[in-house]
C-alpha cells in the first residue's frame, strides 16, 4: 500500500511538473504591430517564445475573414489597432481548445501569407501576416516614358522601414527614421530643380525587400538609383560618411565587408526572404549582362565620385575614395546606383548631427549638389539638360578611368585647350580635381 502511495505520488508531481513546465514555456502574444504599404498590410504578432500556428480563410453572407490558430499561446497584448486606409475591418481575438484564436475580419476577399520569423538581434519570436490588396487597390507604380527632353529621373532609396528598424542610436534614434527625413529632403531638392524628377521607393513607414528596390528603379526607368543610409558599428569611434558601388568581385575594406553584410540581412529581419534576354542563348545573354554590368559600376563609381567629394565640404568622410562591396541593393544591370552611408549612427557626435533637421537638410544638399554636377558634366541624350546646357559644361569634376583625351572627347574639344585654359603642365589629373571647360 505504502509502495502504491509512493507510486501515485510520484506519478502525480511528474505530471505536475511537466503541465508546469508547459505553462512556463508556453508563447503569449505580446504586441502587435500594423505597417502599411502600397500593396498590403503586414501584421506582426511579437511572441514571448515559439509558437506553431494554422491558418485557413472562411467566407459567410457577412464577409470574409482570415482565421489563425496559435498553438498553446496565450494574448496578452493590450493596445489598439490601427487598420484606416486598409482593407482590413478589424482584428478579433478568443479562446480554443487551449489556444489563441486570431480572426481577420475583411472588407473583400483577399490574398494572405503567413510565416514565423526567429529572433535575430533585434526582435523576438515573431508571427508575420501580410494581407494583399486585390490589383484594382494597388495604386500602379508611375512609369517614365523616354520622350524628347525629358527629366532626370532619380530613385531614392531610404534604408530599412517597418518592421526594420535598421541600426539605432542613442536615445532610440533609428536609421530608419533619419534616413527617410533625408531622402525627402533631396526629393524635394530634386523636384525643385528644373529637369529633375526624383521618386521615392518607399514612401512610407514599411519594408521593400532589397531586390525590389532595385526592380522599382528599373521599373520608373531611373537615371540613377541612390540608397540612403546611416549605419553601426561594433566601436563607437567608427565614424564618418561613405559612398559605395556594387562590387562583383570582393570589398574595398573591410567596414566595406561589414556594412554589405549588415545591409543584406535587413531581407531577414524584413521577412523576405530593361533588356529582353529571354530568346538568347544562356552564354551570350550572360555576356550581355555582364558588359551591361560592367558599364553601369563604371557610371556608378563617377557618380559617387562626384557625390563624395561634395559631402566631404561639409562632413567627415570614413573613406576619401568610393568603395565597392556586394550590396544586394545594388545589383541592377542597368541603372548606375550608389549607397550613401551618411554617417555612423553608433557614433554619438554624428548620432547628434544626424538627429538635427538642419544637418540632415546640409547632407541632403550635398549629395544632390554631387548628383547635379555628375549630369551637367554627361546629361543623358533627350534630357532637358542636355538640350540646354549642351554637352559641354563649364566644368568637369575629374572621375575614376578619366584621362585628358578622354574628357577632350566627351566635350569636343582639344587636350591642348583643356591643358591651357587649366594651367596644367603635363597630361597628369587626379581624381577629384575639378577642370574648366573651354568652349568647343
Known amino acids: 500500500m505504502a509502495r502504491r502511495s509512493r507510486y501515485l505520488v510520484t506519478t502525480f508531481l511528474t505530471a505536475s511538473m511537466i503541465a508546469?513546465?508547459?505553462?512556463?514555456?508556453?508563447?503569449?502574444?505580446?504586441?502587435?504591430?500594423?505597417?502599411?504599404?502600397?500593396?498590403?498590410?503586414?501584421?506582426?504578432?511579437?511572441?514571448?517564445?515559439?509558437?506553431?500556428?494554422?491558418?485557413?480563410?472562411?467566407?459567410?453572407?457577412?464577409?470574409?475573414?482570415?482565421?489563425?490558430?496559435?498553438?498553446?499561446?496565450?494574448?496578452?497584448?493590450?493596445?489598439?489597432?490601427?487598420?484606416?486606409?486598409s482593407p482590413i475591418k478589424q482584428l478579433r481575438t478568443g479562446k480554443r481548445d487551449g489556444?489563441?484564436?486570431?480572426?481577420?475580419?475583411?472588407?473583400?476577399?483577399?490574398?494572405?501569407?503567413?510565416?514565423?520569423?526567429?529572433?535575430?538581434?533585434?526582435?523576438?519570436?515573431?508571427?508575420?501576416i501580410d494581407v494583399f490588396d486585390n490589383d484594382h487597390q494597388v495604386k500602379p507604380m508611375p512609369v517614365a516614358t523616354p520622350k524628347s527632353?525629358?527629366?532626370?529621373?532619380?530613385?531614392?532609396?531610404?534604408?530599412?522601414?517597418?518592421?526594420?528598424?535598421?541600426?539605432?542610436?542613442?536615445?532610440?534614434?533609428?536609421?530608419?527614421?533619419?534616413?527617410?527625413?533625408?531622402?525627402?529632403?533631396?526629393?524635394?531638392q530634386i523636384n525643385n530643380t528644373k529637369g529633375y524628377e526624383a521618386r521615392l521607393i518607399r514612401t512610407g513607414d514599411y519594408y521593400v525587400a532589397l531586390r525590389d528596390r532595385a526592380a522599382r528603379a528599373r521599373k520608373m526607368q531611373a537615371d540613377l538609383f541612390v540608397s540612403i543610409h546611416a549605419d553601426a558599428f561594433t566601436k563607437p569611434s567608427a565614424r564618418?560618411?561613405?559612398?559605395?558601388?556594387?562590387?562583383?568581385?570582393?570589398?574595398?575594406?573591410?567596414?566595406?565587408?561589414?556594412?554589405?553584410?549588415?545591409?543584406?540581412?535587413?531581407?531577414?529581419?524584413?521577412g523576405v526572404g530593361g533588356v529582353d534576354l529571354s530568346n538568347q542563348e544562356k552564354m551570350v545573354a550572360q555576356v550581355l549582362v555582364d558588359l551591361s554590368m560592367d558599364h553601369t559600376i563604371e557610371q556608378s563609381l563617377k557618380v559617387g565620385d562626384h557625390v563624395l567629394g561634395n559631402m566631404g565640404k561639409m562632413a567627415h568622410l570614413h573613406k576619401k575614395r568610393v568603395e565597392q562591396a556586394a550590396f544586394v541593393v545594388l545589383k541592377s544591370a542597368d541603372v548606375p546606383s550608389i549607397l550613401v552611408e551618411t554617417g555612423f549612427i553608433s557614433n554619438p557626435t554624428e548620432a547628434k548631427n544626424l538627429g538635427s533637421s538642419r544637418y540632415r537638410k546640409k547632407?541632403?544638399?550635398?549629395?544632390?549638389?554631387?548628383?547635379?554636377?555628375?549630369?551637367?558634366?554627361?546629361?543623358?541624350?533627350?534630357?532637358?539638360?542636355?538640350?540646354?546646357?549642351?554637352?559641354?559644361?563649364?566644368?568637369?569634376?575629374?572621375?575614376?578611368?578619366?584621362?585628358?583625351?578622354v574628357i577632350a572627347a566627351r566635350y569636343n574639344?582639344?587636350?591642348?585647350?583643356?591643358?591651357?585654359?587649366?594651367?596644367?603642365?603635363?597630361?597628369?589629373?587626379?581624381v577629384g580635381q575639378t577642370l574648366i571647360i573651354p568652349s568647343s
Open 20 to 85: 508546469l513546465s508547459a505553462m512556463v514555456q508556453a508563447a503569449s502574444v505580446d504586441n502587435v504591430r500594423v505597417w502599411r504599404s502600397p500593396e498590403k498590410t503586414r501584421i506582426v504578432l511579437d511572441l514571448s517564445g515559439k509558437t506553431e500556428h494554422r491558418a485557413f480563410g472562411l467566407a459567410s453572407d457577412d464577409g470574409y475573414r482570415w482565421v489563425f490558430d496559435l498553438q498553446g499561446a496565450s494574448w496578452a497584448h493590450k493596445g489598439k489597432l490601427d487598420f484606416s486606409d
Open 99 to 128: 489556444s489563441t484564436r486570431v480572426v481577420i475580419d475583411l472588407n473583400e476577399k483577399l490574398k494572405m501569407k503567413s510565416f514565423a520569423l526567429a529572433p535575430n538581434g533585434k526582435s523576438g519570436h515573431r508571427l508575420v
Open 149 to 188: 527632353n525629358r527629366n532626370i529621373l532619380i530613385a531614392i532609396d531610404a534604408g530599412h522601414g517597418g518592421d526594420d528598424p535598421g541600426a539605432i542610436g542613442p536615445g532610440k534614434l533609428y536609421e530608419k527614421n533619419v534616413v527617410m527625413s533625408i531622402a525627402k529632403t533631396l526629393a524635394d
Open 240 to 270: 564618418g560618411a561613405s559612398v559605395f558601388a556594387l562590387s562583383t568581385r570582393g570589398a574595398t575594406s573591410e567596414m566595406a565587408r561589414h556594412l554589405a553584410r549588415r545591409e543584406n540581412a535587413s531581407d531577414v529581419y524584413g
Open 363 to 405: 547632407m541632403a544638399n550635398a549629395i544632390f549638389k554631387g548628383i547635379d554636377s555628375y549630369f551637367r558634366a554627361q546629361p543623358p541624350k533627350n534630357t532637358w539638360l542636355a538640350n540646354n546646357l549642351g554637352a559641354s559644361p563649364s566644368e568637369h569634376r575629374v572621375g575614376r578611368g578619366d584621362t585628358l583625351s
Open 413 to 430: 574639344t582639344s587636350v591642348s585647350s583643356i591643358k591651357r585654359e587649366n594651367n596644367l603642365r603635363s597630361d597628369s589629373i587626379r
